[in-house]
């Protein structure tokens, strides 16, 4: 993840300032995916807060002169929620608050938050579960966003319980997005992400179903190296508990 330290300090001491005013969140987008794959660059962070009046004072008054609060909202069209703008003036460093809205899956991935620790902010903080991290890449559908879905699938594996992601993805329409059955030849660019599944890297197309085909595409050997470098960089340390 390459941020100036100050930028990783800004959004720890948001963090912070969520934790001791008791504002229910959780920590999204990159960084959320950062934790169960492997990191890439963000210039930006995501938040969604529980929101209620007063929240967004509260928020700007605890964090000072260093930050600017952008009273203008915006709304995101995909789940139609609002959100405002945080900047950390010394480096621009945006910071996104998302208001939880009344969107079915933002409703049940906010239940479903975790508290872990985050090595990159050097804290403790909340964030969606693995699963709920793919289900959200794959209604967004950027490329950034589908690369992000792979390697989470890739590093976190049997892990995953991917009946839940289905029933989701189901809902949104977008299951084809895993499985191969809207291609019309073989796909010979996925690898075994664990015995009965595979990870595609083909554009539209990210898990199938069934055994992978043999293949001396060496395409497919460098994606299985990738993975093998992923499983073995520890994911997230420390245990997994509820959010409170």
């Not at 929101?51 to 609060?69: H, M, N, P, Q, W």
Request: hydrophobic share 40%.
């Amino acid at each position: 993840m390459s941020l100036p330290p100050s930028s990783f300090d800004a959004l720890t001491r948001v963090i912070r300032v969520l934790q001791e005013s008791e504002i229910p969140y959780m920590l999204v987008g990159a960084f959320s995916s950062n934790a169960y794959g492997y990191p890439r660059a963000t210039k930006d962070a995501d938040l969604v807060i529980e929101y209620r009046s007063g929240v967004l004072k509260t928020i700007a008054d605890a964090l000072g002169e260093d930050f600017e609060l952008n009273p203008q909202t915006t709304l995101e069209l995909m789940t139609g929620t609002i959100r405002n703008i945080l900047t950390y003036i010394p480096t621009k460093f945006e910071i996104e608050l998302f208001r939880l809205g009344k969107d079915p899956h933002d409703q049940q991935r906010f239940a479903r938050r975790r508290r872990l620790p985050l090595p990159d902010l050097q804290i403790e903080v909340v964030l969606p579960t693995a699963e709920d991290v793919v289900i959200q890449k794959l209604r967004w559908q950027r490329d950034k966003d589908l690369a992000d879905a792979r390697i989470v699938i890739a590093v976190q594996g049997e892990r995953l319980d991917l009946g839940y992601i289905r029933s989701w993805t189901d809902q949104h329409g977008n299951t084809g997005l895993l499985t191969c059955e809207n291609r019309e030849s073989v796909c010979t660019r996925r690898f075994r992400a664990w015995p009965g599944w595979s990870v595609c890297f083909e554009p539209g197309c990210l898990v199938v179903a069934g055994e992978m085909p043999p293949t001396d595409d060496r395409r497919v050997h460098s994606h299985i190296g990738l993975r093998n470098a992923l499983l073995a960089r520890p994911v997230v340390p420390g245990p997994v508990v509820e959010a409170g």
